[in-house]
């Protein structure tokens, strides 16, 4: 009995550090991945001076703290993709020797990791990278590192307690009781501080979603080549290649009377003039560029590919708003159609699609297509346009919001998914622990909004962008309008009221 006791021991303890070692590795490759997203968007900076060297470690601590940051977004939207696949993969291989490291305690782990550092990034992590960067030191206080870490700690000490004492006033106004002890701040504040964070990621992700769902169309549409019927590349190309050499031109022009100028004297009239042109230029030489690319595109690729895509976004969106109506019935019908949380899953026993692997394939695909539209909708809104990241001109504070926006989202896309319906896999760990979960009017009014708002937004797109397509088929739109007597500006009708009394 000894024996089997200390094997039994030796085995839960090679187990642990296996799925230590696996969650590990997986959130080393997310990192590395997130670090050369970001460095792709950062703006460089030269740092020469020692206050510039001063400034150039607080940056790269904070980018550090962002890629982290990034890293558990990401790790958050392969939850609910990993969770289902791993099911289907133990289901397929129930007694594979090579599929044993897959089990129910690692999927759990990962989860409750994924909670943890997500909820870790947006109380401590991304206010502090914030300040910190803000931050200059105490006045009187010898410069340095340091004195930032100092003041950025402070400023976050108090920044804590004023977020404590603001739920410890709402619990109050809603119990009608007020906790006092470490214990009741830890089992009572902190998840009903989740719950608010949960719940405002949520209804972003209702907002920015169908928006996104209906601007997937046109993103698309911009990225492959149309057909003719739709687009005349040549015409285009000819265009800017024309505008290309017209702006090659000013700007030739601008460089010989910028050097005309430097020996006069009067040089610091020359970056207002020449560098709008250049800036202007190279957009319209990349256009340009681009152009050709799509000209040299395929009979199939040019025929063929953007039915099919406009096809299949279409069925993707037709299907998530399909699956959305048909779980608002099983929420009128069926009890366990609620979102719950989930103590053990045991993966491994049955599928959580009625359509077997099949579904739960199409299930993955609709999660991950959810998350891109609701990025696409979220930096298309015109709330949020500002933090759109650029390639190699985007600074630190942006980059904090973008990784701030991205985790609030991503955090939400496993309770978003599943109160929606699109699949029937529970909540493990503490997102089942969100107290709204449990209220049947807010996840039935959650689902009619998003079913109703796809499918406005949907109708919309569709029939102004079928519209657009065919005026432009049809070459209508370059008819000339009729301009009546109300449109014309009253400082023209002025002007030409002097010129004649002259």
Partial sequence: MEVDDVSVREQLFHNKVREIFICVLLFTCLYILSYLILTHFKKNADY????????????????????????????????????????????????SYYMQWLNGSLIHGLWNLVFLFSNLSLVFLMPFAYFFTESEGFVGCKKGVMARVYETAVVLLLLTLLVLGMVWVGVALLNNTARESLYDVWECYL????????LFGVLLLLLCTPF?????F????????????LENVEVEMNCAAFEEASLSRKLNSGVDLALFLVGGSTSCRISVNVEPLRMQFLGVQAKRIALQMRRRASPWQRNLFYPLAM??????????????????????????????GMGDPRLGTTSFSMFGSLGAAVQVVLIMYLMVSSVVGFYSSPLFTFL??????????????????????????PVFSRTLGITRFDLLGDFGRYNWLGNF??????????????????????????????IRAFGLHKLPLTVS???????????????KIQ
């Fill in 388 to 413: 759109l990241p650029h390639t190699q001109d985007t600074n630190l504070t942006q980059i904090i919001g973008n990784c701030v926006s991205l985790l609030v989202l991503s955090s939400a896309l």
């Fill in 441 to 470: 009017h807010i996840v039935f009014l959650y689902n009619i909004l998003f079913a109703g708002l796809t499918s406005a937004c949907l109708i919309n797109t569709l029939t102004w962008t079928v519209q657009r397509e065919l």
């Fill in 218 to 229: 046109s993103v698309t549409g911009s990225l492959l080549v149309k057909p003719g019927l």
């Fill in 48 to 95: 020469i001076t020692t206050d510039d060297i001063e400034d150039a470690t607080v940056n790269k601590i904070a980018l550090w703290l962002c890629t982290f940051t990034l890293s558990v977004a990401v790790c958050a939207v392969l939850l609910l993709p990993i969770s289902i696949l791993s099911n289907e993969v133990l289901l397929t291989f129930p007694h």
């Fill in 485 to 499: 007597r109300t449109t014309i500006p009253l400082k023209l009708l002025l002007d030409n009221g002097l010129s």
């Fill in 212 to 216: 996104g769902l209906s601007r997937m």
């Fill in 191 to 198: 998840p009903y501080l989740y719950s608010a964070i949960s």
């Fill in 311 to 340: 096809l299949l976004l279409l069925a993707l969106t037709v299907v998530c708003v399909l699956m959305v109506c048909f779980h608002v019935l099983e929420l009128l019908f069926d009890e366990t159609a609620m979102p719950r």
